[in-house]
């Protein structure tokens, strides 16, 4: 099976598998300008922590393409600028809009030609480090899953959500290809529907046996006994381990601890904000009304209904059984073992 590729840097601009349309259309959004690429990421077109990154990324290097060697720095900063107002929660946005910014440090002042080619060299880079870091997760995660496991997964924490191969979706791939017999059910996860949509599309497509349940039949999945594990990847984790995923996560979390099922976390380590605390410090977005009240575009709730709409929970670390990086496993006290994997240059996995 063809590898699914969701972004990608072409002489026209940054084209993106647009992913409002799965899997009714497998379609293609070119992006000619740093504004359109922000719009994408804004109405997701193109969504997931780590594509999230990789776009913004590919944003500030097509940006630096339009601007006039007149002010450069002014241009740059613009451009990060509007790129960073598309999405608060999923931190990879605001870790590669820094790589790009390191870079363009490092060159700034030398001619146009050049800034832009290290430019698109660091986004490209960027894309290519994020599948390595994918495929490492995988290997790490895979050992956590024993043959014949029903892993419940929430969201798309999959090749859509990254440079490809997953994170989440990676582990349960490393799995299968390690010849263990591994079945998934996904949430459909209202109300944007990326299990319904995506996670099921992608799975189906890789022949992986794929259970869809609607969100609120999770719990009586988790207390039957069947669900093996529950695997959820993370737009944003604090430095003591509370996770910030897709809205409907931390119920997830709850339950899995409630009938003895392992709750995992699978995330790169862009992902860690050691910054924060604790997750009550990440900033939760709150989306348009529309999606809650209407499918489709055809609407489902009553006129004059009040909606709230966060796209992210948070889940308290003390429900998380283990948090899956590209450097290995980290374990509860998790600000310590988060802390010793991020410092860890040579990937060795912490004691
Ligand atoms: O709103 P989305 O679709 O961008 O949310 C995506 C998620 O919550 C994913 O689980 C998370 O970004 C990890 S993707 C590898």
Redesign the pocket.
């Known amino acids: 099976m063809a590898m699914i590729e969701t972004i990608r840097w072409t002489d026209e601009g940054v084209v993106l598998m647009d992913q409002r349309k799965l899997p009714r259309e497998e379609t293609y959004l070119t992006c000619r300008s740093y504004r359109e690429v922000a719009e994408a990421i804004r109405t997701?077109v193109i969504?997931?922590?780590?594509?999230?990154g990789v776009a913004a990324a590919m944003g500030v290097a097509l940006g630096m393409l339009e601007a006039d060697s007149g002010d450069p720095d002014a241009a740059f900063e613009q451009i990060v600028r509007t790129l960073a107002a598309t999405?608060p929660t999923?931190v990879n946005l605001f870790w590669a809009l820094e790589r790009m910014r390191r870079v363009y440090r490092e060159i700034r002042g030398q001619p146009l030609p050049l800034v832009r080619r290290r430019l698109i060299e660091e986004a490209e880079r960027i894309k290519q480090e994020d599948l390595e870091v994918n495929r490492a997760m995988g290997r790490h995660g895979a050992a956590l899953v024993p043959d014949g496991t029903i892993v419940l997964t929430?969201?798309?924490?999959?090749a859509l959500?990254?440079a490809g191969y997953?994170?989440?979706l990676g582990v349960i791939r490393a799995a299968r290809e390690a010849g263990k017999r591994i079945e998934v059910f996904a949430c459909e996860t209202r109300p944007?529907l990326?299990g319904a949509r995506l996670t099921a599309w992608e799975l189906v497509r890789d022949g992986i046996p794929t259970t869809l349940i609607t969100d609120n039949m999770a719990g009586h999945f988790l207390k039957s006994g069947r669900i093996g594990c529950v695997i959820?990847?993370?737009?944003r984790i604090a430095a003591n381990g509370d996770v910030a995923?897709?809205i409907g996560?931390y119920p997830l979390a709850v339950l899995a601890r409630e009938n003895g099922v392992p709750f995992y976390v699978a995330?790169p380590l862009s992902?860690l904000d050691l910054t924060l605390a604790c997750g009550d410090l990440i900033p939760i977005e709150q989306r348009p009304a529309e999606e809650v009240t209407h499918v489709f575009g055809i609407r489902v709730a009553a006129e004059g209904v009040n909606v709230e709409n966060p796209?992210?929970d948070v889940t308290p670390h003390r429900y998380v059984t283990a948090i899956i990086t590209e450097r290995g496993v980290a374990r509860a006290p998790y600000a310590e073992s988060l802390r010793r994997l991020a410092e860890n240059p040579m990937g060795r996995e912490p004691r």
């Open positions: 997701m969504r997931g922590a780590p594509a999230i999405r999923a929430h969201c798309n924490a999959g959500a990254t997953g994170t989440a944007f990326q959820v990847g993370a737009d995923n897709k996560t995330a992902t796209a992210f």
